[in-house]
T-cell receptor
Framework: SQQGEEDPQALSIQEGENATMNCSYK?????LQWYRQNSGRGLVHLIL?????REKHSGRLRVTLDTSKKSSSLLITASRAADTASYFC?????????????FGKGITLSVRP | DGGITQSPKYLFRKEGQNVTLSCEQN?????MYWYRQDPGQGLRLIYY???????QKGDIAEGYSVSREKKESFPLTVTSAQKNPTAFYLC?????????????FGPGTRLTVL
């Protein structure tokens, strides 16, 4: 079952603009993670936010988490053509040895030069 | 270099054949995972293993089998019982400070049934 649902499914922006992607989930989580996938490649971890955190930054990335609304957003500022990829949110609802991630279907981001 | 390797990158299979996808990691991670990705879809968990000689079924385990005889290796066999095996297969491993983990992914194997 896929817990994370990303929104929008596809996003096309001009280079230099900001890109905002949203993720909603259904059950309580320990942490939420965002991953990036270039076409035909494996996923790369971008950022992790724990359930007791509300906002986190990493370079041009800013992620927020609202556990009351069960939602997260990923903001990429000053986008570049190289940011073109699919982005996935993944929720971690377990604990310890049985912990595993549940991925959403992803958002396709296109950044036009 | 530390990382996860998957082989082969492309694999073609005739209907009725079993095939095995390789996944090796030198990150010293305890946990390893296999996912299936179909076009325009997210990742669906096939099997995962938290420790050597132990593994659990994920959401879509039917038609697949795994083994975990070594910490570094987690091969996936796609059996003839899997009715629609054409997909992109991703292996991942996980480790880190207790209770908080990120997953590291291999480059994937694209399986096509002819």
């Amino acid at each position: 079952s896929q817990q994370g649902e990303e929104d929008p499914q596809a996003l096309s922006i001009q280079e230099g603009e900001n890109a905002t992607m949203n993720c909603s989930y259904k059950t309580s989580i320990n942490n939420l993670q965002w991953y990036r996938q270039n076409s035909g490649r494996g996923l790369v971890h971008l950022i992790l936010i724990r359930s007791n955190e509300r906002e986190k930054h990493s370079g041009r990335l800013r992620v927020t988490l609202d556990t009351s609304k069960k939602s997260s957003s990923l903001l990429i500022t000053a986008s570049r053509a190289a940011d073109t990829a699919s982005y996935f949110c993944a929720t971690d609802a377990g604990a310890g040895a049985n912990s595993k991630l549940t991925f959403g279907k992803g958002i396709t981001l296109s950044v036009r030069p | 270099d530390g990382g996860i390797t998957q082989s082969p990158k492309y694999l073609f299979r005739k209907e009725g054949q079993n095939v095995t996808l390789s996944c090796e990691q030198n990150l010293n991670h305890d946990a390893m995972y296999w996912y299936r990705q179909d076009p325009g879809q997210g990742l669906r968990l096939i099997y995962y293993s938290q420790i050597v000689n132990d593994f659990q079924k994920g959401d879509i385990a039917e038609g697949y089998s795994v083994s975990r005889e070594k910490k570094e290796s987690f091969p996936l066999t796609v059996t003839s019982a899997q009715k629609n095996p054409t997909a992109f297969y991703l292996c991942a491993s996980r480790g880190g400070t207790r209770g908080v983990y990120e997953q590291f992914f291999g480059p994937g194997t694209r399986l096509t049934v002819l």
